[in-house]
């Protein structure tokens, strides 16, 4: 396969990881620093510790991503290479679900004393978000394993 048939989700995947290096090391750092409310400041610094924590998995998912489209670069899409690679994505996935989960708690004290409701719908947003990503990475997984399964059968055929 030619190597610019990727290209687009290659530059997809560095426009993605971008902002979310620029926020974790510029936003949340003055975030830190200056909270909209000094009174309730203490309650910030967990759920942004679990922001800053939720970055590493985040950009090993998109590492993975990466080199998954090197696999189908090199024609070895139906490997057991990118089993792995659907596997760790979907580890990955489930840790940001989980770490947003954790942080849920913290997002619901600063909503009760900002008294903004909409501020607990918007916590769940990336423990589900991260949870569709993780069922999608299985299905995928679970999908070419069968895919190699069959094109080992019909290798052994012919």
């Not at 719908?121 to 399964?149: D, K, R, T």
């Amino acid at each position: 396969m030619k190597r610019g048939s990727t290209l687009f989700l290659r530059m997809a995947v560095i426009l993605i990881a971008a902002p979310v290096l620029a926020m974790g090391i510029f936003g949340l750092f003055w975030l830190s620093k200056n909270p909209a409310n000094p009174d309730y400041a203490h309650i910030l610094y967990p759920i942004v510790i679990g922001m800053y924590v939720s970055v590493i998995p985040f950009l090993a998912a998109l590492y993975q991503a990466f080199k998954l489209l090197s696999y189908i670069d090199k024609n070895q899409a139906f490997s057991d290479l990118s089993v792995q690679a659907l596997k760790r994505i979907k580890y990955c996935a489930i840790a940001i679900s989980g770490l947003y989960v954790v942080i849920l708690p913290f997002v619901f004290l600063v909503a009760e004393l900002d008294d903004a409701p909409g501020l607990i719908i918007i916590g769940m947003v990336p423990v589900f978000a991260s949870l569709v990503i993780a069922v999608f990475a299985a299905v995928l997984q679970m999908l070419l394993n069968e895919a190699i399964e069959i094109k080992s059968e019909n290798d052994l055929i012919v």
